[in-house]
């Protein structure tokens, strides 16, 4: 008989000629009543053959109907470690501690909660409590996010701060086997590989695409939680559908209205540009360069947001050439870059001065002493919430608790009033 103690809680695709009778392991049929039993998604696509596939979660490998999705349900234990394998010993904030501690109290309770804490407050740091917590009792944790970016971002610290536990991080850039973790750290998509897995389950950034309004990443997030198991949401800015759910009793709210280091969130300036950013010549507008250039001279990392992914390689190209004198150093980075990681490792240890970026580095990731210039902020794929996070980017370290957003437009927008107005309300609101 086959070890399956690897695949514990996992779950996966075989069809009927490679089935066989697994212990442990549940069969049900991958498309039942036109419906995807992996993703949830309906299912109306057909094959050559007449046989219907979901094309939701084709990513993750074909669904075809009558395959068999098998579900691993061996049971394993995992040492009860007396401190929950923490090995950080930092100090938390006494308003950063309550909300630990309440985080504490709702998963032995088995109460869902949402913590709704302003960018930079240190959220990540708040969770290590209760992941020890988890740890300590032999129990299984899962944090999700939608971005890689940063599922890298919070391997490394949990890394450092649980060194005597294993931790599996999986995401679609890094091939990783499946291994028994007790805490896993993984991108939202990764949620369809898991069934009834986790006692905890904590999301991060969950008014994030692609997971935000995405039906089939919420019923992977449903399922990847045991019956009996507590989900934690994180965010600066909470969706209706969550806050929904607070009003209704499901999840008790939590929030955290200052950053760890008691400063304010910035605020942004506002620049008007009647000409384009770039002429046709590409050449860059005059009074942005001058913006770049005064970065640059105060030696602070700069990321520049572009709305769109084939605008980076003219932006880039448009700055290497005035800057070509200034021994300045360039990089562009967006979702298909296959080189993203190294990039953005890069940039953090300061061998790139200025990092040309789409919206996949507007949250979740900590640069020290980062400076932000938004290009062509009334674009519509810039909202009131990704500019908030945007701007959330700066002033995050205890010396620099200030620095520079800028909103670069050409026309007035509804979303750059709200992204001004909510980052202060969150922070001063006396009633929170």
Aim: with cysteine; charged share 25%; glycine share 6%.
């Amino acid at each position: 008989m086959e070890d399956l103690t690897l695949l514990s809680g996992r779950q996966w695709i075989a069809n009927q000629e490679d089935s066989s009778i697994l212990e442990d392991c549940s069969k049900v049929p991958v498309i039942e009543n036109h419906v995807c039993n992996r993703c949830g998604s309906k299912v109306e696509c057909k094959l050559s053959s007449g046989k219907l596939y979901c094309r939701a979660c084709i990513g993750l490998g074909r669904a075809n109907e009558g395959d068999l999705l098998i579900r691993c349900h061996r049971k394993v234990a995992f040492p009860e470690l007396s401190d929950g394998g923490m090995t950080w010993r930092g100090q938390l904030t006494p308003l950063q501690q309550q909300i630990s501690d309440k985080l504490v109290i709702n998963f032995k309770q088995k109460q869902n909660s949402l913590v709704h804490a302003v960018t930079g407050a240190g959220k990540t740091e708040m969770l290590f409590q209760l992941i020890a917590e988890c740890m300590k009792k032999g129990k299984r944790a899962c944090i999700a996010t939608p971005r890689i970016d940063v599922v890298n971002e919070l391997f490394s610290r949990f890394e450092v701060a649980f060194a005597e536990i294993g931790i599996g991080k999986y995401h679609g850039r890094e091939h990783q086997e499946p291994n028994l973790d007790q805490l896993t750290i993984c991108t939202t998509h990764q949620l369809l590989k898991f069934y009834e897995a986790f006692d905890l389950l904590v999301i991060d950034e969950v008014d994030s695409f692609p997971y935000v309004g995405n039906e089939q990443l919420h019923f992977a997030a449903k399922n990847a939680v045991k019956k009996d198991g507590v989900r934690v949401y994180l965010t600066a800015t909470p969706t209706d559908d969550l806050l929904a759910e607070v009003k209704q009793g499901k999840i008790q709210i939590l929030k955290l209205n200052r950053r760890f280091h008691g400063g304010l969130l910035p605020v942004p300036r506002e620049k008007l540009f009647i000409k384009p950013f770039l002429n046709r010549q590409g050449q860059i507008h005059v009074n942005l360069l001058s913006e770049i250039i005064k970065v640059v001279k105060s030696e602070h990392p700069l990321l520049i947001f572009i709305p769109r992914i084939e605008q980076i390689q003219v932006y880039l190209a448009a700055l290497r050439k005035k800057l070509a004198n200034d021994n300045v150093k360039i990089a562009g980075v967006h979702a298909q870059d296959p080189q993203r990681i190294e990039k953005v490792a890069a940039f953090r240890q300061r061998k790139y001065d200025i990092l040309l970026t789409t919206t996949i580095l507007e949250r979740g990731v900590t640069f020290k002493n980062v400076w932000v210039i938004i290009v062509a902020a009334d674009d519509p794929i810039y909202t009131a919430d990704s500019l908030v996070q945007i701007a959330g980017r700066v002033g995050r370290a205890k010396d620099d608790k200030t620095g520079l957003v800028l909103y670069c437009y050409h026309r007035y927008t509804k979303n750059r009033v709200p992204a001004k107005l909510d980052s202060q309300f969150l922070v001063d609101d006396p009633a929170d």
